[in-house]
Nanobody
Framework: QVQLVESGGGLVQPGGSLRLSCAASGSISSFNHMGWYRQAPGKERELVAGITSGGWTNYADSVQGRFTISRDNAKNTVYLQMNSLKPEDTAVYYC?????????WGKGTLVTVSS
């Protein structure tokens, strides 16, 4: 059974930085896609950034240039470095793994950007 565990959320002031981590465990193939999504109160869940096992990345326009997604394939872990955070980045951030036609989600970690 595949499990995803996120960590690194918290409260940060505008302009600050946070680094999220998501560790995947279980039976996972070598070719997969991992991504970060977020859901703010009253809004739909949206893609923040994604990365393939080969390192190809994509970002939402709203975070391009401020967030960086990376991964350690040996550890089945994906990271999201978030810089220049804005109040509108406040949301629950979820990790998703797409592997062999299935999707797995973590339980989420809350990021609050506020002074």
């Amino acid at each position: 059974q595949v499990q995803l565990v996120e960590s690194g959320g918290g409260l940060v002031q505008p302009g600050g930085s946070l680094r999220l981590s998501c560790a995947a465990s279980g039976s996972i193939s070598s070719f997969n896609h991992m991504g970060w999504y977020r859901q703010a109160p009253g809004k739909e869940r949206e893609l923040v950034a994604g990365i393939t096992s080969g390192g190809w990345t994509n970002y939402a326009d709203s975070v391009q240039g401020r967030f960086t997604i990376s991964r350690d394939n040996a550890k089945n872990t994906v990271y999201l470095q978030m810089n220049s955070l804005k109040p509108e980045d406040t949301a629950v951030y979820y990790c998703k793994l797409s592997d062999l036609g299935r999707e797995y989600w973590g339980k989420g970690t809350l990021v609050t950007v506020s002074s």
